[in-house]
């Protein structure tokens, strides 16, 4: 397969504590993407990081890429009860048109 | 207020036939995606296209078919001949294919009852 695989499947902190979530692939990419997604819902889209790039901040979001490693990781900090959510890494291969994704991190913020 | 949506929200199905999931979107993306998503698991890419009267199979294209006849829209149609149709499918859209990430709809859940 070629999608990413999240570590760990699910992950339950306390509201203000900071929540990390890995991602592994197994080929060469353009660019990994992070999403979130309440129960139920669509996915929204977080955060872009290229192959070029090591890491990214974007508020509370922190993305990091190692690509010699073929994985990133997503840091929550000072989380909320609302960060509750499933998340998902997304790669686009090197020559191809569209996104794989992972199979998420069950995110589950305690009040 | 630009955005992409999916309709509709449940759909049951009967087993034999053959149902349409609409997916429309007025952000003048020229790609739109169709993904499958099952409980507990990640998405799978059913077919996509980047432009209009184009499309391709995805990884898991098999008793499904899409339509391309206005860059607005990209129907599903998930016929009889999909064996286990039960599932959240989820339709997206994007500019300059994935280099900017996907707008995504809020999803069909479809049921064969």
């Known amino acids: 397969s070629q999608q990413g695989e999240e570590d760990p499947q699910a992950l339950s902190i306390q509201e203000g504590e900071n929540a990390t979530m890995n991602c592994s692939y197994k080929?060469?990419?353009?660019?990994l993407q992070w999403y979130r997604q309440n129960s139920g819902r669509g996915l929204v889209h977080l955060i872009l990081?290229?192959?070029?790039?090591r890491e990214k901040h974007s508020g509370r979001l922190r993305v990091t890429l190692d690509t010699s490693k073929k994985s990133s990781s997503l840091l929550i900090t000072a989380s909320r009860a609302a960060d509750t959510a499933s998340y998902f890494c997304?790669?686009?291969?090197?020559?191809?048109?569209?996104?794989?994704f992972g199979t998420g991190t069950r995110l589950t913020v305690i009040p | 207020d630009g955005g992409i949506t999916q309709s509709p929200k449940y759909l049951f199905r009967k087993e034999g036939q053959n149902v349409t999931l609409s997916c429309e979107q007025n952000?003048?993306?020229?790609?739109m995606y169709w993904y499958r998503q099952d409980p507990g698991q990640g998405l799978r890419l059913i077919y996509y296209?980047?432009?209009?009267?184009?499309?391709q199979k995805g990884d898991i294209a098999e008793g499904y078919s899409v339509s391309r006849e206005k860059k607005e829209s990209f129907p599903l149609t998930v016929t009889s001949a999909q064996k286990n149709p039960t599932a959240f499918y989820l339709c997206?859209?994007?500019?300059?294919?994935?280099?900017?990430?996907?707008?995504f709809g809020s999803g069909t859940r479809l049921t064969v009852v």
């Open positions: 997206a859209s994007s500019n300059q294919g994935a280099r900017n990430g996907y707008t």
């Open positions: 080929t060469s990419i353009n660019n």
């Open positions: 990081i290229r192959s070029n790039e």
């Open positions: 997304a790669t686009e291969l090197t020559g191809a048109n569209n996104l794989f």
């Open positions: 952000l003048n993306h020229d790609a």
């Open positions: 296209s980047q432009i209009v009267n184009d499309f």
